[in-house]
């Protein structure tokens, strides 16, 4: 059916107007039209009448209902809502923001400086940016009311605080929920990366040096990086890019031990990562460490610690240990049963396509194959698989060898040096976090805080990781923070008022606010009697 306007001309030559609902209908084989109705003078019907027919059959028509209600909806904007949730809970509930406004309050900053730091806080977790985006994120990205005052100069101005009191947060915060029983710390780790930056060095702080990132033409930083035996970091050194290792270790170790009543640091590497220079001094510094060696590359690990009896320690269901001492050096062998199988199972795959081509020929060309090189005895042009050898390698399935000078249990050397991951993730982390390539910032004071800016970031990040860890051990935490993103704050206007409502909770998203112990809030967060466009 459809609306037509039909024409007549009046005996005296006027024109009127009729506005008529037809429909079309199919007559043998031909579309003919029929008027089911003669509504009215097209000119009498503007005047009102039309109006009121529309309005009485909108009842009738779904989707006209569902689109004059929309007229009266508007959504104003969309922004990040759910990490913001759950870190600002993180925020006081570590202490975090207590400890910034007793630092605050012996300065004569007349802006939120906390809020600043939290803002930029929050970017390196959500949104890594330069000051000049976090300030538009802060506007325009992210729904948290408190930002509304802050500016760009407070942000850098902000740097300069954190610059000047990290020692007082790092402290306080170590300190915060410990009591009289539990403020010394026995065991902690400790190691270092370089971060290079882009352009020329200004200050002491950005110099030419060894490079972990394998860019000597850049000057760099060194970031050392102490952390708890259950990855808390709980500080960190900001040392000149020139700085040797092993001074880098000494200096701040011992600077780290006096402030933190630390008895005891451990340091825990991969062989290839420590100089024999670096565990001389830590040797004569009285230091102890765990290391991760290189089996193949020991002769004595091969040919004499792999090959020592004695019976394994189980730990874990993965895990089983076993004590090996040599010439007045101790060693740990670490054997993975499901890892064995899997190496198993691997080099078989190896042997039977190295078995296949060996029957094809072309020895040069699988002698030029590590994987299979390995394997082969060569003589000539004629190459075969060593039995020999592959019984060799089969002795190294699922298994790692560490050295210690520590006198902590198998079990607890094996542990310890599964906790590596953690501070090599801690350094990824920060990396990404420092947004050094290129680096927004030159003078020592600004690269310090804004180190100590991403150090309170991942502390935040442990911190949540740990509490998801404990209400959801089999939880991804990736798809929890995915998940959680999803939250949206959105401002709409419905009839003439606006609000500011949240986005439903989707997939695991609900898993962080009981990890922290908070309250989902309201799905209305704001209400005002006139549209705003700046909530």
Request: charged share 30%.
């Amino acid at each position: 059916m459809f609306t037509r306007v039909k024409k007549r001309v009046n005996k005296d030559g006027t024109v009127r107007e009729y506005l008529q609902i037809v429909e079309n209908r199919r007559v043998d084989g031909k579309i003919r039209q029929r008027v089911l109705c003669t509504l009215g003078r097209l000119d009498e019907l503007r005047q009102g009448q039309l109006d009121r027919l529309i309005d009485s059959l909108v009842k009738f028509s779904e989707k006209r209902a569902v689109l004059d209600q929309a007229q009266e909806l508007f959504a104003h904007w969309s922004r990040e809502y759910g990490p913001a949730l759950i870190f600002r809970r993180l925020w006081e509930t570590t202490g975090l923001a207590l400890i910034l406004e007793q630092a605050v309050a012996h300065t004569r900053i007349a802006f939120d400086v906390c809020e600043a730091v939290y803002a930029m806080v929050l970017n390196r977790l959500m949104d890594p940016a330069s000051k000049v985006g976090v300030a538009e994120w802060a506007a325009k990205e992210v729904y948290e009311p408190r930002f509304s005052t802050l500016e760009l100069h407070h942000y850098y101005r902000a740097l300069d605080f954190l610059a000047g009191c990290k020692e007082t947060i790092e402290e306080q915060l170590f300190l915060y929920g410990r009591d009289l029983f539990n403020q010394q710390v026995d065991i902690v780790f400790f190691d270092t990366t370089s971060v290079y930056l882009e352009g020329q060095p200004r200050g002491e702080l950005l110099q030419y040096g060894y490079s972990k990132d394998h860019r000597p033409d850049r000057p760099q930083v060194l970031v050392g990086l102490l952390m708890l035996q259950d990855g808390t970091p709980i500080a960190h050194e900001v040392l000149p890019g020139n700085t040797a290792d092993v001074a880098a270790f000494l200096t701040a170790i011992q600077r780290l031990k006096h402030r933190f009543s630390i008895n005891r640091v451990i340091i825990v590497a991969d062989r290839g990562t420590v100089s024999k220079k670096t565990l001389a001094a830590l040797d004569k510094a009285g230091y102890s460490y765990i290391l991760g060696m290189r089996m193949r590359r020991v002769k004595e690990i091969a040919e004499i610690i792999l090959r020592r009896a004695g019976r394994y320690q189980e730990v874990a269901a993965n895990l089983q240990v076993k004590n090996v001492n040599y010439e007045g050096k101790r060693y740990v062998i670490c054997y993975n049963p499901e890892e064995a199988k899997r190496d198993a199972l691997a080099r078989e795959e190896v042997l039977q396509s190295l078995q296949t081509k060996l029957q094809a020929g072309g020895v040069k060309s699988l002698v030029g194959n590590s994987a299979y090189r390995k394997y082969l005895t060569v003589n000539a042009d004629q190459a075969e698989i060593d039995a020999a050898k592959v019984e060799e390698e089969a002795r190294y399935d699922g298994k790692y060898v560490l050295q210690t000078t520590t006198d902590l249990p198998a079990a607890e050397v094996a542990k310890a040096y599964k906790q590596l991951w953690r501070v090599e993730r801690a350094f990824r982390e920060l990396k990404q976090k420092l947004d050094v390539r290129p680096m927004y910032h030159w003078t020592d004071k600004r690269i310090r805080g804004h180190v100590m800016v991403c150090f309170l970031a991942f502390y935040l990040e442990t911190r949540l990781y740990q509490a998801l860890r404990e209400v959801a051990p089999a939880a991804c935490y990736t798809k929890v923070l995915r998940d959680l993103a999803r939250v949206k704050a959105v401002q709409l206007t419905v009839n003439g008022r606006t609000f500011v409502a949240r986005t439903q909770l989707e997939g695991d998203a609900h898993l962080a606010f009981k990890a922290v112990k908070m309250r989902v809030p309201s799905q209305v967060l704001h209400q005002d009697t006139h549209p705003k466009e700046g909530v």
